[in-house]
């Protein structure tokens, strides 16, 4: 098994050896045969860690992959607290992992909606109240295998840690992995690469877009410095175009049959103007949390 610190006092112990997995940071159980029954294996933790033990690796421990801020709740910025707190908010945000754009908005469209975990929002039911959910991005969905970033799956995970879990062993007994469930027949459910894992975000995120969209979600995406001439970043780039949703005064500049869509392809240049007109959008809208 692989661990990081000695098992007894004896001098002539072996030196432990760990196996190079992600947040690997605990001695594993000495029973356990396989790298996937040391993976499950409760009993591990246990084991008392010595004083002397080696620190942990940035970032890694219990916590992996759950360091961010606590999300900030509807906050009316029209007073002054308000407003330096979501300042405050913000300067706080700092990148960190891969990208996950279904995951960001279903927590955007949970902050506005009126029910748990937030209930700051007004109800939906109330006449008047648009609630609107902007989604900006610098990237394409991405969900990483270990060896992609530099690291052995002696557990045969297959991914890394991350908000669909490991994608194996399946999710809930099943043999298909969480991130898979709910795609299409162009996602492979045992293909075990980043492409495959970036093309079932797109699906999940599509599906997620026109949830929000059918429950009266005002869906406005921006892509940032996103190249069209990239494939990866025009992939994402249509993604966030087909979430969006279309603007109820503005036509198509190139077809004028056809809405807008509420969708702004910008550069950090033009960021300043984008939401400029965003917030043009959204004057003739009666916003009200």
Known sequence: PGNHWKLTQDPDEA?????????SWWNDDPTSSTGQSR?????????????????LPAGNGPSYSCSTNPITPLTDVSVTDGLTAIKA?????????G???????????????????????RPETER????VVIVLTDGANTYYTPSSLGYSDPA????????????????????VGRLFLGTSSTVGQFDYSNGNY????????????????AANIMVMTVALDLSTTNTADKQA???LKSCSSDSRFRKDPTDASKPAKLFWNATGATLSNDFKEIGNELSNLRVVG
């Not at 908010?89 to 992992?97: E, K, R, T």
Request: aromatic share 10%.
């Open 15 to 23: 030196a432990p050896t760990a196996y190079g997995a992600v947040n």
């Open 39 to 55: 993976l499950r294996n409760m009993a591990k933790y246990f084991q008392p860690r010595p004083i002397d033990a080696p620190a």
């Open 89 to 97: 908010a913000i300067d706080l945000m700092q990148p960190d992992g």
């Open 99 to 121: 990208t996950n754009v279904p995951e960001g908005m279903a927590w955007g469209w949970r902050v506005v909606s009126s029910g748990e975990p937030f209930t700051q929002g």
């Open 128 to 131: 008047g109240n648009d609630k």
């Open 156 to 175: 045969s995970s297959k991914s890394t840690y991350a908000s669909y879990g490991y994608l194996n062993p399946g999710y809930n007994g099943t043999s």
């Open 198 to 213: 970036t093309n079932a975000l797109n699906q999940q995120m599509a599906t997620l877009c026109n949830n929000a969209k």
């Open 237 to 239: 780039i249509d993604a």
